[in-house]
Nanobody, 124 residues
């Protein structure tokens, strides 16, 4: 059983930056692909970014390409989401996701394990 704990959310002005972290425990971190999803009020959860267990394969939603960067540190059992040039439409609860299969952390349903989420609010 993998436990995921997100941190780093907060309130930021448009154009600003935040870095989210997701610490994993309870499993062998390097065996899991990791993803970030988000859910805005009144909207369905959507895929944001994914990274393979090696870190060599990465994908992004079109809405965040060029602004967000996903990375992982397998020595710290942590995945990161660096978010730059934030926009009010990026406001959402951001969730960390883990699965042994890379394709699972890219599809809208996500993979097997979820964190509790961290709130990101971007003011205009």
């Amino acid at each position: 059983q993998v436990q995921l704990v997100e941190s780093g959310g907060g309130l930021v002005q448009a154009g600003g930056s935040l870095r989210l972290s997701c610490a994993a425990s309870g499993g062998t971190f390097r065996n899991y692909a990791m993803g970030w999803f988000r859910q805005a009020p009144g909207k369905e959860r959507e895929f944001v970014a994914a990274i393979s267990w090696t870190g060599r394969t990465i994908s992004y939603a079109d809405s965040v390409k060029g602004r967000f960067t996903i990375s992982r540190d397998n020595t710290k059992n942590t995945v990161y989401l660096q978010m730059n040039s934030l926009k009010p439409e990026d406001t959402a609860v951001y969730y960390c996701n883990a699965d042994r299969e890379y394709y699972s952390v890219q599809n809208p349903e996500g993979g097997d394990y979820w964190g509790q989420g961290t709130q990101v609010t971007v003011s205009s």
